[in-house]
């Protein structure tokens, strides 16, 4: 199957600091990708949608000044979380999806760790 | 917006026992999945159903897309240790590069 390979796998830093989260596709391209977060005991929780080459969609509610989003490259999206706080802490998880109706395929999520 | 509902919340099973879980929803959707997310790592994607009706298996998973194409359900026959985890369905309205929305899951424990 198509594999989405996510980095870091963890992060730990102290509050005010950025973070960029990558996202490749390694076996496909991937014309759009996903990002969603997840808090413990939940379900997936849309943050955008990635379009290579365009801005990304945000759901509502999500602070596209806080939550970054870059897709220059059919396989690579990444998320910044920019100035993050402790409320920030999350797992962080992508998908990609290729271009011929395929469904979508996840990374191995990014926990991340805000002091 | 459209929401999942997915049901049973939990399982708690003995090794071997078949499990059964499903989803509805009030809105038709043209593609279901079914993932499983086992701690700190992304879902994994188990079996995609693309036609209403459509009955598919993998291994000793079996998942169905409902008729009114509203629902969809997921049978692990003969569960084993490894099934623990947390299931997902996810719906389409149309497929591919759409964003999925998701059910809450559900949690299933295999005693061995």
């Known amino acids: 199957g198509a594999v989405v390979s996510q980095h870091p796998s963890w992060v730990i830093c102290k509050s005010g600091t950025s973070v960029k989260i990558e996202c490749r596709s390694l076996?496909?391209?991937?014309?759009?990708m996903f990002w969603y977060r997840q808090f413990p005991k939940q379900s997936l929780m849309l943050m955008a949608t990635s379009n290579e080459g365009s801005k990304a969609t945000y759901e509502q509610g999500v602070e596209k000044d806080k939550f970054l989003i870059n897709h220059a490259s059919l396989t690579l999206s990444t998320l910044t979380v920019t100035s993050a706080h402790p409320e920030d802490s999350s797992f962080y998880i992508c998908?990609?999806?290729?271009?011929?109706?395929?469904?979508?395929?996840f990374g191995d999520g990014t926990r991340l760790s805000i002091l | 917006g459209q929401q999942l509902n997915q049901s049973p919340q939990s399982m708690f099973i003995q090794e071997g026992e078949d499990v059964s879980m499903n989803c509805t929803s009030s809105s038709i959707f043209n593609t279901w999945l079914w993932y499983k997310q086992d701690p700190g790592e992304g879902p994994v994607l188990l079996i995609a159903?693309?036609?209403?009706?459509e009955l598919t298996s993998n291994g000793r998973l079996t998942a169905q897309f409902g008729i009114t194409r509203k629902d969809s359900f997921l049978n692990i026959s003969a569960s084993i240790p490894s099934d623990v985890g947390i299931y997902f369905c996810?719906?389409?309205?149309?497929?591919?590069?759409?964003?999925?929305?998701f059910g809450k899951g559900t949690k299933l424990t295999v005693n061995p």
């Open positions: 998908s990609g999806s290729r271009v011929n109706n395929q469904p979508q395929h």
């Open positions: 159903l693309y036609k209403a009706g």
């Open positions: 076996d496909f391209q991937a014309t759009t």
């Open positions: 996810a719906g389409q309205l149309r497929g591919g590069s759409e964003k999925l929305v």
